[in-house]
């Protein structure tokens, strides 16, 4: 049997049930087990798989670790880096999501690409150490947002990251589906859940938008706004 260990830091305890949520499916397809432990000030998983399987399960590990540390820890950087003054506080929380969003293929292919040499994996060690290019690359793009930027501005750049997404969304009953009608937790990578919904959908990368189901007035109003003709409302 072989094993791989991920862990991550107390407080973000989230990212490590992310990753465990994600691999359920995988896990019990191939007769796999794991196991949560919180040894002091860290939590780690640890899986046990037959040999055979172990590739399979390791790379699907570092895809969704990298997706941790593009989604959560980039946040984190802009959430205090980026200052603005005439947008309200649900615009910057759309602000963050799509700068998280424009660059998330590649930035989480980067990332895997490098967590691809490791065997043991922690989190926040490996953002500390090994991601000084990235983080200087966010830290650019953070201070390139000026101060006065307006929401008129915003609709803007949305416009032009729609443009350039691909696939369709699915929205029903609050839940996020993408097109290949998997449920999307992303958005719970980042503590503030508050506008939870409307995140998931800009970190999807979709281009148009089914709803299924009645959707709440703000989150209705987003897709209106900024999607336009590219939802329907079924």
Not at 23 to 33: D, E, I, R
Not at 84 to 103: F, G, K, Q, V, Y
Not at 140 to 159: H, K
Not at 213 to 231: H, I, M, N
């Amino acid at each position: 049997m072989q094993k791989i260990f991920i862990s991550e830091k107390g407080e973000c305890s989230r990212n490590v049930l992310y990753i465990l949520g994600e691999m359920m499916p995988k896990l019990t397809f191939c007769g796999a087990s794991s196991g949560l432990r919180y040894c002091k000030d860290r939590t780690l998983l640890v899986i046990e798989t037959d040999e055979k399987y172990e590739p399979y399960l390791r790379d699907f590990v570092v895809e969704k670790i990298a997706e941790v540390i593009c989604i959560a820890y980039k946040y984190d950087i802009l959430n205090e880096s980026v200052v603005t003054a005439s947008l309200t506080p649900s615009e910057r929380e759309i602000l963050l999501a799509e700068l998280i969003a424009a660059d998330l293929p590649d930035d989480i292919a980067y990332v895997s690409e490098l967590l691809s040499k490791d065997e043991i994996y922690q989190f926040d060690g490996f953002f500390s150490f090994r991601l000084n290019p990235l983080k200087e690359k966010w830290k650019r793009i953070s201070d390139s947002i000026p101060v006065t930027f307006r929401n008129d501005q915003l609709f803007d750049f949305i416009e032009f990251i729609i443009e350039d997404n691909r696939g369709t969304l699915y929205l029903k009953g609050g839940e996020v589906f993408n097109d290949s009608y998997q449920k999307l937790h992303r958005a719970g990578l980042i503590a503030n859940d508050e506008f939870a919904l409307i995140r998931e959908i800009i970190l999807s990368g979709a281009r148009d938008v089914l709803c299924l189901s009645d959707l709440p007035e703000t989150e209705s109003a987003f897709l209106q706004k900024y999607y336009g003709e590219r939802v329907i409302f079924a």
